[in-house]
């Protein structure tokens, strides 16, 4: 790696002009179906499981990944809560690590907050229509956008 490829440490020089960016897109298969639920704060969350089917080929040898998502809010939610199993979907947002404490010490997870979301294909139709489309598709069709919750941390690009 040369010397503007490799990790910048805070308070790195370099580091204030590089401009930060938390997005993600992804396609794939509704694996664990969207649940509402209510937080000791009262805010809803709605969390489901997607898979992401890797290229063929791919050196670990494993077909696809399972990524928890979750969205803050009831404009996404009315949107995801409506999906199947099986469903292809588009998803856009961010990836959050988050902890939390239980009995015995503390947890922790990845998954993406999503701020938009569609249905590509309902469950009936996607095995028989194969795989989503080809990686790098940028046509992500008509997704609901929902504002970011006020909780979580913007600032312009």
Same mark, same amino acid.
């Given at each position: 790696?040369? *010397?503007?490829? #490799? /990790?910048?440490?805070? #308070?790195?020089?370099?580091?204030? %002009? @590089?401009?930060?960016? %938390?997005?993600?897109?992804? &396609?794939?298969?509704? =694996?664990?179906?969207? /649940?509402?639920? !209510?937080?000791? =704060?009262?805010?809803? &969350?709605?969390?489901? +499981?997607?898979? @992401? ?5 791919? $050196?670990?040898?494993?077909? =696809?990944?399972? /990524?928890?998502?979750?969205?803050f809010g009831s404009e996404v939610a009315a949107v995801v ?6 469903? @292809?979907?588009?998803v856009e947002g961010a990836l959050h690590h988050r902890f939390?404490?239980? $009995? +015995? ?7 993406? !907050?999503?701020?938009?979301? #569609? ?11 194969? $795989? $989503? #489309?080809? *990686? ?8 609901? =956008?929902?504002? &970011? ?9």
């Open positions: 790696m040369g *010397p503007d490829r #490799g /990790i910048r440490r805070k #308070g790195d020089p370099m580091e204030e %002009n @590089v401009a930060h960016r %938390n997005e993600v897109t992804l &396609v794939g298969r509704v =694996s664990r179906a969207p /649940i509402c639920k !209510e937080l000791p =704060s009262g805010d809803r &969350v709605t969390s489901w +499981g997607l898979a @992401v089917r890797r290229p063929r080929g791919h $050196p670990s040898n494993k077909k =696809s990944d399972g /990524i928890a998502c979750v969205a809560t409506e999906w199947s199993v099986d469903d @292809v979907v588009a939390w404490r239980m $009995p +015995g010490g503390g947890s922790s997870t990845y998954e993406v !907050e999503v701020h938009r979301a #569609g249905r590509l294909e309902p469950a009936r139709r996607s095995h028989a229509a194969g $795989p $989503p #489309g080809p *990686p790098g598709d940028d046509s992500l069709g008509d997704l609901t =956008s929902q504002a &970011v919750p006020s909780h979580a941390a913007t600032a312009p690009l």
